[in-house]
């Protein structure tokens, strides 16, 4: 019989503050079972195994990171969105470095799959910010991929602790967020 209170959304939030605390690379069931005062094969009545708990962690970022973008991007357009979009991401990232990790390695299985269902969410709230902008939609895709790669990148280096320069990082993050309005506008 599973234990009462222990289901697959709790031990989910349980490894995903562990993979801020310790990596994704260290969270395992039996560390994750640990945390949650619970012995191992007590987890596998919830979860599949170490893969399924990882896919897991991944839907709960994207997922969360989607909320967030939402909720950031509501009544704004332009500049105002595209820095709403940066800041949000930016401050998740600093703020849950471990758990944001998990989500790199993963792929989608299908559009059908949890982790795409959750990306699509992220994607849109990109689109959103590009709306703004007098793209050409064969370009959007590309647009989508900058942002993403911008924005994962300063915040992936400032995670990590990768700006040692004297110049304020925060002044370097409004500068992109300049550039990239700049360069959107053509």
Do not use: C
């Amino acid at each position: 019989m599973p234990r009462a209170g222990l289901d697959p959304a709790v031990i989910t939030a349980a490894a995903a503050g562990l993979a801020d605390e310790v990596g994704p690379a260290n969270v395992t069931m039996g560390l994750v079972a640990e945390r949650l005062g619970v012995r191992a094969p007590s987890l596998y009545k919830h979860i599949a195994g170490q893969a399924d708990l990882n896919r897991r962690i991944a839907v709960l970022v994207v997922t969360e990171m989607g909320d967030a973008l939402r909720d950031a991007l509501q009544g704004r357009a332009g500049r105002d969105a595209l820095e709403a979009a940066a800041r949000t991401l930016r401050a998740y990232v600093v703020e849950h470095p471990g758990r944001y990790a998990s989500t790199l390695p993963l792929n989608p299985e299908g559009p059908d799959d949890p982790v795409a269902v959750a990306g699509g969410r992220v994607l849109d709230s990109l689109a959103a910010v590009l709306s703004g902008y007098d793209i050409d939609p064969a370009d959007t895709v590309h647009a989508m991929r900058l942002l993403r790669s911008l924005f994962h990148g300063f915040a992936a280096i400032e995670a990590a602790g990768g700006f040692e320069m004297d110049t304020d990082v925060d002044r370097s993050f409004d500068w992109m967020i300049d550039f990239i309005d700049r360069g959107l506008r053509k």
